[in-house]
């Protein structure tokens, strides 16, 4: 098969613990050829969309750990299957690109994940569709509320619904002396609408990584877990990662949303559960396969392209 990675610059990648990586050695081990490009690449014109793309060999070389083997325009007859694998930040531009992926789907390209359901899915705001697993939340840009609310909740996690790896992520009380500054900045003086949670103090076990292959959980989560004073355990904010077997409680949270995520087209899903607790629905970009690989020996690359390979057949 011909798959198209949609990736960040390859010199920014991190191949150590990159999850896009390890997703095409295990495709190009089977023989599938892997081509990469970036946002720009693809356009549209004439009422056809076309992708400027780059054919890689993979080596076994860290420092040059890839080769150029073509340079091409590739359009949908060329494709059988793109990976949507670009970072956040959830912005105007990456919306273009859903738009732009939607249209070599409508002519018969596979996209994982779904152009819409990326969109659809707001990797902060979706959690309220599942209450039940989730701790005391509040989505609102009004100042009075969220002061109301962390009144009542004593102490809480302030963020933004666009961002990513724990970037601007407050904890704060009702008597901290930066609270207003806090809520004023993040609601942009009350014009912007951001998330407000009550602190769930067992971010100290780690902010727990369950990725979702095709509504299957992966046996094994990746524990972020908050190193020194930082309470966030994200990985790019400095957090240790640690594989776990999943426990009763994530496997229940995981059966529950994965039939219904993976109808949507979202063939790989990263659930964060703290304490118990559903966090976040991430879809644009999950990330941790490496690290529960590299600790557990499960070959959740493996995992992911025995589903691709079945979705594209």
Not at 32 to 44: A, L
Not at 52 to 79: G, H
């Amino acid at each position: 098969m011909n798959l198209l990675f949609v990736l960040d610059p390859l010199e920014t990648l991190k191949i150590e613990k990159d999850t896009s990586y390890v997703m095409m050695r295990e495709a190009q081990r089977r023989g599938h050829q892997i081509w990469v490009t970036t946002q720009r690449g693809i356009r549209s014109a004439a009422g056809r969309v076309t992708v400027r793309a780059q054919q890689l060999l993979l080596t076994e070389i860290p420092n040059a750990w890839y080769k150029v083997v073509a340079s091409q325009d590739l359009f949908s007859s060329n494709i059988d299957g793109v990976l949507m694998r670009k970072d956040p930040p959830f912005d105007m531009e990456y919306i273009y690109t859903t738009y732009l992926l939607e249209t070599l789907e409508q002519e018969g390209c596979r996209v994982f994940n779904s152009p819409q359901s990326i969109r659809d899915f707001n990797e902060k705001l979706s959690i309220t569709k599942y209450p039940q697993f989730i701790s005391p939340t509040l989505v609102t840009a009004d100042v009075a509320v969220i002061h109301d609310f962390i009144a009542a909740q004593n102490e809480v996690v302030l963020k933004p619904l666009d961002g990513m790896g724990g970037s601007s992520v407050f904890r704060s009380r009702p008597n901290d002396p930066n609270l207003g500054v806090i809520i004023e900045t993040l609601t942009q003086l009350g014009q912007r609408t951001i998330m407000v949670q009550k602190f769930i103090p067992e971010i100290s076990d780690g902010d727990k990584r369950v990725l979702l292959i095709d509504g299957e959980p992966v046996p094994y989560s990746l524990a972020r877990i908050p190193q020194g004073a930082d309470h966030r355990g994200n990985l790019a904010a400095g957090g240790r990662g640690v594989a776990m077997p999943l426990t009763d409680r994530e496997k229940e949270i995981a059966t529950a949303l994965g039939h219904e995520l993976s109808g949507r087209g979202l063939l790989l899903v990263g659930l964060d559960i703290i304490g118990g607790y559903l966090t976040e629905i991430n879809v644009t970009s999950p990330t941790c396969m490496r690290e529960i690989q590299d600790q557990t020996g499960c070959d959740v690359p493996g995992i992911f392209i025995d589903a691709l390979e079945k979705h594209i057949s």
